[in-house]
Structure formats: C-alpha cells, structure tokens
C-alpha cells in the first residue's frame, strides 16, 4: 500500500468514524450509502457506491461500481449517469485523494437524478397496474384473499427495540403464554398413568 493511499485510508477513517453509512470492505475497497430520503425504510431515494483503489491510486482513477444488491431498485439509465457523473468528477481528481470527494459530490450532486428514478419507476408501475386492470376488467369478479403482511425477524426486532422490550426490562413470565398455547398443542399434559 503506498503512502498516498495509507494516508486517505486514515484521514477516511476518522472523517466517516461515526457515520453509518461508510463501510471499509477492505483497506482499498469502501462503500458509501447515499440517501436524499429522512425515512431510512425508503430505499427508493438511495444507492449504494462502491469505490475500488487499484495498485497506482490517486494516480488513476478508482474503480466504482453500483454492483451492489442493494441498487436493484435503480434502472439502467440511473446507474449510467451515476457512474459517468463519478468518473468525470475522478478524472478531474486525478493525483489528490478522491474518495471523499466522489461521496460528498454524489450526496449533493445526484439528487435529481434520483427524484428522475423515482419518477419514472412510479410511472412504469402506475402503467403496468392499469394494463392489469383493464385485463380483469372482463374476468368473473370473485373474493380476493386479502394477504397479511409479515414481517422479516430483523423488523420484529427493530419494533421490539423501539417500542421498549429489551431483554432486561421484561417482567418474569412475560412468554408464558406462548408456552401454553405450544404445550396445549403438542400434548404436553399429564401422561396417563
């Protein structure tokens, strides 16, 4: 690792220290969320950057890529301005420590691009669900089951946590019911004799 690069890792470190969204994969490779929503539920306003030092950085560009999972919501279009928008701001970074400054210009720079995303993913939905429509239009009309949301283990542990139910707040036999209703199920009463 060179002494450019040592340097820039340091001075990352203690700029994103507390800053949740910066990760350090590894000690050339980082990501980035942007997010322009104040609802951290709402994905459809954020992407995921990933910025990959090669061996001669900051005398070349870095490598980014939006390959993460995370901006599937993002359409091709979308990834293509990012990613141009990024190379140009390090092309004109060439020879400094970039890093930094390719995430502060995507969070102050890319928010209409994303608002752009937004918009037309709202449109193609709102198209597609009125083609659907006018297809059920001449189907027989029928009772629709109405499903239920479930909800993921990590969300049941997010309103757990916010709602105060930590694990040393709970009263004794706060689950006893569960148990009850588990044995009456199973059988679990007195064996005949």
């Known amino acids: ?5 040592e340097e820039e890792l340091e001075v990352l470190r203690s700029i994103y220290e507390a800053d949740q969204n910066f990760k350090e ?19 459809s306003k954020s992407f995921v950057i990933e910025v990959e030092w ?15 999972f995370f901006n599937n919501h993002l359409s091709a279009d979308t990834k293509s301005t990012i990613l141009a928008g990024l190379d140009e701001q390090a092309e004109m970074n060439v020879g400094e420590a970039m890093t930094f400054t ?8 890319l928010g209409d691009v994303i608002e752009k995303n937004v918009t037309s993913t709202n449109e193609s939905s709102c198209t597609s669900a009125s083609t659907a429509d ?3 239009q001449h ?6 089951k109405e499903k239920k949301e479930q909800l993921t283990k990590a969300q049941k ?23 009850i209703r588990h044995l009456s199920k199973t059988g679990g009463g007195p064996e005949p004799s």
């Open 134 to 136: 006018d297809s059920n």
């Open 157 to 179: 542990r997010r309103l757990a946590e916010r709602f105060g139910a930590n694990a040393e707040e709970r009263p004794r036999g706060w689950d006893w019911v569960d148990i």
């Open 139 to 144: 189907a027989p009309i029928g009772k629709k």
């Open 102 to 109: 390719l995430f502060e210009w995507a969070k102050s720079e």
């Open 25 to 43: 994969v590894s000690q050339s490779k980082f990501t980035y969320k942007v997010s322009y929503s104040d609802d951290a539920e709402d994905i």
């Open 1 to 5: 690792m060179m002494e450019a690069q």
């Open 54 to 68: 090669p061996e001669a950085y900051p005398e070349v560009v870095p490598v980014c890529s939006l390959n993460s």
